[in-house]
């Protein structure tokens, strides 16, 4: 590593990147009864027959596999769900309210970095039109938050919580880091596409749980308008992903050796650059970061947001989409 000092602080248009084509379970809590009623026709169960593979024999073709999911409408015959529900998947079936047979549904978008999958259903099968949902980007740390479901029996399940934090966290199903809300005292097996709500607004989809914390993870309102309204068109674009790895540089020392000002406290230190992703043309090995779309950096690699307060630089990055300034 050399002394040389370069400061950027990027500007970004994101490039175009591939859209890969993957809660206290009671019945407690005031208005949750009647609000589980208005959502029988818009939460669906989730079927998938999926693909396994054996890693150190790949030649071998193993049985299929199956589990189970949870999904919300956005569409008269539109779904929305987690990528990591349809992974690998070879059938994918729906159960709806009222209606035991399952109806088949086929994979519109999925997007393993935003973690989410619009699925389309067969109308002639799904008789009446679901209900869709409006997701709502709004964010009250502390907040209630309850989380609704249809059970394998064709019957709406509630839970209850409180919505603790947002922070960027590594995804489940891909490389990329992103926003997440995380609500706690959810109880077990919380995850799985679950659908939250605060107010009787849906927030979020769960996309993990943690039994042993107590804690689940959702995928954001702001995440999903995002995802829905780049699929509307069709023509998925997909989120960005950075091109670059960093690390914090609060080491007085390597700040000299930088020949950094005493003065300048911001920046974190670029470790290794990419071929691919947002920064990639632009930062080299050794470059100093200082801001991202004028959104000053600090050495931890933390930037102050104006809704959920401390996040890391990853958000600046994983929000956009291809072609945002």
């Given at each position: 590593?050399?002394?040389?000092?370069?400061?950027?602080?990027?500007?970004?248009?994101?490039?175009?990147?591939?859209?890969?084509?993957?809660c206290i379970e009671s019945q407690r809590g005031g208005d949750a009864p009647d609000r589980a009623?208005?959502?029988?026709?818009?939460?669906?169960?989730?079927?998938?027959?999926?693909?396994?593979?054996?890693?150190?024999?790949?030649?071998?073709?193993?049985?299929?596999?199956?589990?189970?999911?949870?999904?919300?409408?956005?569409?008269?015959?539109?779904?929305?769900?987690?990528?990591?529900?349809?992974r690998d998947a070879a059938f994918v079936k729906v159960r709806r309210h009222g209606q035991n047979?399952?109806?088949?549904?086929?994979?519109?978008?999925?997007?393993?970095?935003?973690?989410?999958?619009?699925?389309?259903?067969?109308?002639?099968?799904?008789?009446?039109?679901?209900?869709?949902?409006?997701?709502?980007?709004?964010?009250?740390?502390?907040?209630?938050?309850?989380?609704?479901?249809?059970?394998?029996?064709?019957?709406?399940?509630?839970?209850?919580?409180?919505?603790?934090?947002?922070?960027?966290?590594?995804?489940?199903?891909?490389?990329?880091?992103?926003?997440?809300?995380?609500?706690?005292?959810?109880?077990?097996?919380?995850?799985?596409?679950?659908?939250?709500?605060?107010?009787?607004?849906?927030?979020?989809?769960?996309?993990?749980?943690?039994?042993?914390?107590?804690?689940?993870?959702?995928?954001?309102?702001?995440?999903?308008?995002?995802?829905?309204?780049?699929?509307?068109?069709?023509?998925?674009?997909?989120?960005?992903?950075?091109?670059?790895?960093?690390?914090?540089?609060?080491?007085?020392?390597?700040?000299?050796?930088?020949?950094?000002?005493?003065?300048?406290?911001?920046?974190?230190?670029?470790?290794?650059?990419?071929?691919?992703?947002?920064?990639?043309?632009?930062?080299?090995?050794?470059?100093?970061?200082?801001?991202?779309?004028?959104?000053?950096?600090?050495?931890?690699?933390?930037?102050?947001?104006?809704?959920?307060?401390?996040?890391?630089?990853?958000?600046?990055?994983?929000?956009?989409?291809?072609?945002?300034?």
């Open positions: 590593m050399s002394g040389r000092l370069s400061l950027y602080a990027l500007r970004i248009v994101t490039p175009l990147l591939l859209a890969m084509a993957g009623r208005t959502l029988e026709p818009s939460l669906v169960y989730l079927d998938v027959t999926a693909y396994s593979y054996e890693p150190f024999q790949p030649w071998k073709q193993p049985d299929l596999v199956q589990w189970t999911g949870y999904g919300a409408a956005v569409g008269p015959y539109q779904v929305l769900t987690t990528a990591w529900n349809v047979a399952f109806i088949t549904a086929e994979i519109d978008v999925v997007d393993y970095e935003s973690n989410l999958c619009l699925l389309s259903l067969d109308p002639n099968s799904a008789g009446e039109p679901l209900t869709p949902l409006t997701f709502s980007d709004a964010f009250e740390e502390g907040a209630d938050v309850t989380a609704y479901w249809l059970s394998g029996a064709g019957q709406v399940q509630t839970a209850r919580g409180r919505l603790d934090r947002a922070e960027v966290q590594n995804s489940t199903v891909s490389y990329t880091r992103s926003l997440q809300l995380i609500a706690k005292e959810t109880g077990k097996d919380s995850g799985r596409g679950r659908l939250f709500t605060v107010g009787g607004e849906p927030i979020g989809l769960a996309c993990w749980a943690d039994n042993n914390t107590g804690e689940t993870g959702l995928i954001p309102g702001e995440t999903i308008l995002a995802f829905l309204a780049d699929a509307a068109d069709g023509e998925y674009a997909g989120f960005a992903a950075e091109g670059f790895e960093a690390r914090v540089l609060r080491d007085p020392a390597l700040r000299r050796y930088l020949k950094m000002p005493e003065d300048m406290t911001d920046g974190i230190y670029v470790s290794k650059v990419y071929t691919l992703g947002t920064g990639a043309e632009q930062l080299r090995s050794g470059d100093v970061l200082l801001a991202i779309n004028d959104q000053a950096i600090d050495a931890g690699g933390q930037f102050a947001h104006p809704v959920y307060r401390q996040l890391t630089y990853h958000h600046l990055i994983t929000r956009l989409h291809a072609g945002d300034p």
